[in-house]
């Protein structure tokens, strides 16, 4: 039994009916597969929930990928951008560009705020401003990093640890902006690349969601099933096993049975679906895991062509868009009239707040507002739109997380070997989709075995398996902001 139709559930799903195992898989959405990986659509319009490259360090992963779609995937140009101040800046930054576009008063300042970094660095770095002054200069921390970052996560870059910039921006600084800007590297191997600095990726013709409804397809021709419209409302245990799973969708409550369950459904709403409760512990450490949600207003613009980005940074403290999609950038076939345009505008939000709480319409208006404003779309050339809200998007990694995820992982391994945690929101890893699928094609691999020959606990956010003492072994998926400690 595979809970949720997302990457990891489908893999998992793919995996063993591969080897004549008896699946099924059961999503929450009665449409709609590949959970944020999905490619959702509005009359004849496809678009992403964000945007999905696919790309990997793991050659498991990528040849993966050429199985299922084969032709089908097409190998793309990669161009995003930083929009700032009304201009567009090469991202990954390119210091020559940069600085020809801010021009050389703010130019000469950018450098000698970098050389005062250099000459006085900060001591006792703790926040992600620290950091990222000490690496660029007050003048480009203010210019590139801080708006943007706050709006994704909500948090104020001064509170947010020196630990996740130093990983997440890893392999990045003036001195390797300036080499890679002066000396572009040839033929570098895939396992040593920046995922940063790629300029190519492939993307499936119809969109990332064409990949998880070929795989759901193929699930169900090799005797699976993909039952959708589910939603979980129980889980029935008993100390060593879980026993049911208790949906209620089209046709009522339904009780599905099984010897071994996957789940990839939030870690929250799972220990809360227990029946009986489990421990106090338990459900407290559950309960206090929380996450980042997301809304992508999609609109339709009456224009054939609009920037040539598959994707910018909106860098501009006066708009609440975060980054905005050019869906016909990634595939001509994703906009069903080449005299349109489909831009998917990104807001980061918590659930319930002001921007979540917002009608579609005014949603709508409010995007179709802020693209005019920053000069990228005329108001009057947007003639529709529609609104995604995507609960959950984002586990935080808050200063207890990993304590509360433990609690969980002991629990159901003591309690619930049978019951197997995979994926972005099963595991609590924010992570990327090729990462996602190692954890659940490793799990399908145990669950053949019958035995736990692997832990996807030990897949890297390279989506590499390495074995437990390995080098990065623990380290997850993508890195996301923790709060500074108080010395």
């Not at 199985?67 to 089908?72: A, C, G, T």
């Not at 009780?255 to 870690?267: N, S």
């Not at 579609?360 to 005329?378: K, M």
Request: with cysteine; aromatic share 10%.
């Amino acid at each position: 039994m595979v809970i949720g139709a997302g990457p990891a559930g489908l893999t998992a799903a793919y995996e063993l009916v591969k080897h004549q195992q008896t699946v099924r898989v059961l999503e929450q959405s009665p449409t709609t597969v590949g959970g944020i990986s999905q490619t959702a659509q509005y009359k004849g319009f496809r678009f992403d929930i964000g945007g999905h490259r696919f790309f990997s360090k793991s050659q498991e992963v990528e040849d993966l990928w050429t199985e299922i779609l084969s032709e089908k995937m097409m190998l793309r140009g990669r161009l995003s951008r930083i929009f700032y101040n009304g201009k567009f800046f090469a991202y990954p930054i390119k210091p020559l560009d940069t600085f020809q576009k801010l021009g050389v008063v703010y130019t000469t300042l950018c450098v000698a705020s970098y050389c005062k970094a250099k000459v006085f660095p900060r001591q006792n770095v703790r926040s992600f401003e620290d950091w990222v002054i000490n690496n660029f200069g007050e003048r480009l921390y203010e210019t590139f990093f801080k708006t943007y970052t706050e709006k994704v996560w909500g948090m104020d870059c001064r509170t947010i640890s020196a630990d996740w910039a130093a990983q997440r921006i890893k392999g990045l600084s003036m001195t390797s902006l300036i080499r890679n800007t002066l000396f572009p590297p040839k033929n570098q191997d895939r396992g040593a690349v920046i995922k940063t600095l790629i300029d190519q990726f492939r993307y499936p013709v119809h969109g990332p969601g064409q990949m998880w409804e070929t795989v759901a397809e193929i699930v169900t021709q090799r005797g699976g099933e993909v039952l959708m419209g589910r939603q979980v409302v129980g889980l029935q245990w008993e100390p060593g096993q879980l026993q049911a799973v208790t949906t209620t969708g089209p046709g009522g409550d339904e009780t599905h049975r099984g010897e071994h369950f996957v789940t990839t459904m939030p870690i929250r709403t799972l220990i809360q679906s227990l029946s009986p409760s489990a421990p106090p512990a338990v459900v407290q450490a559950a309960t206090n895991l929380g996450y980042r949600d997301f809304i992508t207003v999609a609109l339709i613009v009456q224009k054939k062509e609009l920037f040539p980005d598959n994707w910018i940074y909106i860098h501009d403290a006066q708009v609440k868009v975060g980054r905005i999609q050019n869906f016909k950038n990634w595939s001509e076939f994703m906009v069903p009239d080449p005299e349109l345009s489909c831009l998917g505008l990104e807001y980061f939000c918590f659930e319930g707040d002001g921007l979540w709480t917002m009608s579609d319409a005014d949603l709508i208006q409010l995007g179709t507002t802020e693209v005019a404003r920053l000069g990228l779309v005329e108001a009057d050339q947007v003639i529709d739109g529609t609104v995604v809200r995507v609960p959950k998007a984002y586990p935080v990694y808050d200063d207890n997380y990993r304590t509360n995820v433990q609690t969980v992982r002991d629990f159901v391994a003591e309690m619930l070997p049978n019951l197997h945690l995979a994926g972005r929101n099963g595991m609590h890893r924010y992570n990327n989709q090729d990462h996602a699928m190692m954890t659940g094609l490793l799990t399908a691999r145990n669950i053949i075995a019958g035995y736990p020959r692997f832990d996807p606990w030990c897949v890297n956010n390279d989506a590499e398996y390495l074995e437990a003492g390995e080098a990065g072994a623990e380290g997850g998926g993508r890195l996301v902001p923790t709060r500074t400690k108080t010395p």
